[in-house]
Nanobody, 128 residues
Framework: QVQLQESGPGLVNSSQTLSLTCSVFGDSITTGYYYWNWVRQSPGKDLEWIGYINRSGATYYRPSLKSRASISRDTSKNQYTLQLSSVTPEDSAVYYC????????????????????WGQGTQVTVSS
């Protein structure tokens, strides 16, 4: 059973770069036809898909975040990382890493259950 675990700082200053890491257990991020995502959810708002990295290292991002988001991976540690630059208080949210097998409509996903696996989430607050 795959398990995902997010880690990173809980507080980031405005205009700086947010960096979060997802550690994956029970599966390899370089095998299988899976998509390794980052999503976030702010209070009172629907889940927002940020982007993914697949087994070959290819990435794809939500167009509105493409200029600021970057997903990379460390295959030796079976981890993948989100960097979000020039953050503002509007980027404050609970960030989750998730996995899907290609059947998820990521751009229109509104809840974690739209994905197959997800971590416990990590709260990130951007100070103004």
């Amino acid at each position: 059973q795959v398990q995902l675990q997010e880690s990173g700082p809980g507080l980031v200053n405005s205009s700086q770069t947010l960096s979060l890491t997802c550690s994956v257990f029970g599966d390899s991020i370089t095998t299988g036809y899976y998509y390794w995502n980052w999503v976030r959810q702010s209070p009172g708002k629907d889940l927002e898909w940020i982007g993914y990295i697949n087994r070959s290292g290819a990435t794809y991002y939500r167009p509105s975040l493409k200029s600021r988001a970057s997903i990379s991976r460390d295959t030796s540690k079976n981890q993948y990382t989100l960097q979000l630059s020039s953050v503002t208080p509007e980027d404050s949210a609970v960030y989750y890493c998730t996995r899907d097998a290609g059947r998820t409509r990521r751009m229109s996903a509104t809840r974690l259950a739209d994905f197959e696996h997800w971590g416990q989430g990590t709260q990130v607050t951007v100070s103004s």
